[in-house]
């Protein structure tokens, strides 16, 4: 019996995901450990690895499937003793002329169904069950007239005068009619007391419009939803040259998520001004003590140690909001935002608060260049109970970042630039960059916020305290 290759979970929440490439083809003999296929995920781009032994008979999932369901069959692999030759499709391997009959009136009976749910939707608005059964009943006469027009048409009913009321058709004929611009008081009906069905505007000329005054109210209300929608080739029409680009999962989620985030968590924002002077000093002269070992630090890994520990002296801000429930956390993972073609993502420094800042410096460095690569594992980049976004490197002067849920806050850091500044009690030039905190004000209050931006503040203001 063959082995089934199933779509894998690569991280706890994905439940699909895009067959994005094979690096395998049928008939190639794999082992243990070989690579398969790159798997798009909503955060990086994968690879699977083979844990079986034997020879790819089949590979069920086309390159560049989206929406493959974790647990799907994506491949099969033959063992020793079975033959390798790909699968039969079932159509192939056992030709039935019967069961094919049934197959070739799908297409009917599925636009048939289509014509009936339209008209269900239409005739629901009005919250009547026995206008639901009069719908039923006109859709049932349009599908009987569309079958019987050829052969035995039936004879039309004259068309209700327009002085009175409102003309009888199905919703189905009233959409089309207005749609094709046809005045149904022209038409002469087919069905039951001289209805107007689908059937029955073959024949109608358009352009016999009634005025847009003329309508009665019920006409108006039921046309409103079709006026209403948007026209869907609108962007292609457009005179500016433009391209349309088809978004990968990792634009889709970063939409949701972010999307959720301004909706769902009420965020509160706080920013400082900080001085970087002795901070920018001690980076230079510990980047000349760790020269001979190949390691040099950045503003940001300062940051991301000064983050960690404001964390941990303020423990009201390290939480979560979990619903009816508040997670507080004893240790300060950090989330490193970097920017990676097509979209953004989240690699966690662990333990970043009992971390020494050229262990932080070489780990972000490590992390950083396998996301851009597309190497991250889901392990690497998920969790953390706080982020840190650095925009300082593209000149922003200072922004508010948005939360990443589930954790309950993010630090945006801008640029540093000499500004104006009172040092020492006196007025003077130094190097200042603003920092503002996004909280999540259902679990960390306005002064408990406060409170680690003035520690985040002091610890980057006399950095050797990050040092002890």
């Known amino acids: 019996m063959p082995i089934e290759l199933k779509m894998p979970a690569l991280s706890p929440t994905m439940e699909e995901g895009t067959l ?26 994968m690879e699977f690895e083979a844990v079986d032994e034997g020879t790819i008979s089949q590979l069920v999932v086309p390159a560049g499937t989206e929406g493959v369901k974790v647990g799907a069959v994506i491949a099969l692999i033959a063992g020793e003793d079975e033959d390798a030759a790909p699968a039969k499709k079932p159509a192939e391997a056992a030709p039935d002329a019967k069961a ?6 799908a297409p009917k009976a599925d636009a048939a169904k289509a014509d009936a ?111 209403a929608k948007p026209a869907p080739a609108a962007s292609a029409a457009s005179p500016i040259p433009h391209e349309v680009s088809k978004l990968s999962g990792m634009r889709k989620t970063i939409a949701r998520r972010l999307t959720e985030s301004k909706q769902q968590v009420p965020h509160i924002y706080l920013t400082v001004d900080i001085q970087l002077d002795a901070l920018l000093k001690l980076r230079g002269e510990l980047n000349s003590a760790l020269e ?4 040099k630090l950045s503003v940001n890994d300062l940051l991301v140690k000064a983050l960690a520990l404001s964390l941990l002296e303020v423990p009201a801000c390290n939480v979560q909001f979990a619903g009816d429930t508040l997670i507080s956390f004893t240790r300060a993972d950090i989330s490193v935002a970097v920017s990676i073609p097509g979209g953004l993502i989240t690699p966690v420094v662990v333990d970043a608060g009992t971390k020494g800042i050229a262990a932080i ?64 009690g006196k007025l003077d030039v130094a190097t200042v960059m603003s920092a503002t905190g996004s909280f999540d004000h259902r679990a960390i209050d306005g002064a408990d916020g406060a409170q680690l931006m003035a520690a985040f503040k002091r610890l980057v203001e006399k950095p050797l305290g990050m040092l002890a």
Not at 292 to 295: C, I, L, M, N
């Open 100 to 105: 094919d009959a049934p197959k070739a009136d």
């Open 292 to 295: 001979s070992r190949g390691v």
């Open 117 to 227: 749910k339209d008209a269900d939707k239409e005739a629901g608005s009005a919250g009547s069950p026995a206008a639901s059964l009069e719908t039923r009943n006109a859709e049932q006469k349009d599908e009987a007239a569309a079958k019987g027009s050829e052969s035995a048409p039936a004879a039309p009913a004259p068309a209700a005068p327009a002085g009175e009321g409102r003309v009888k058709a199905s919703p189905l004929a009233r959409r089309l009619a207005e749609q094709q611009g046809l005045d149904l008081a022209s038409v002469a009906g087919s069905g039951p007391n001289g209805r107007v069905v689908k059937a029955d505007l073959a024949n109608a000329k358009p352009g016999g419009a009634k005025p847009a005054e003329a309508t009665s109210a019920p006409a108006k209300a039921e046309a409103a939803p079709a006026a």
């Open 20 to 45: 994005a490439k094979w690096l395998v083809k049928e008939g190639d003999v794999v082992k243990s450990g070989d690579l398969l296929a790159e798997i798009e995920t909503d955060k990086a781009t």
């Open 361 to 424: 410096a070489t780990e972000i460095k490590d992390l950083a260049g396998r996301a851009r690569a597309g190497k991250l594992q889901p392990s690497e980049y998920q969790g953390g109970t706080a982020s840190l976004s650095n925009m300082g490197m593209y000149g922003i002067k200072q922004f508010e970042a948005v939360i990443n849920p589930p954790q309950g806050m993010i630090m945006a850091i801008g640029a540093g630039e000499k500004r104006p500044y009172i040092v020492d």
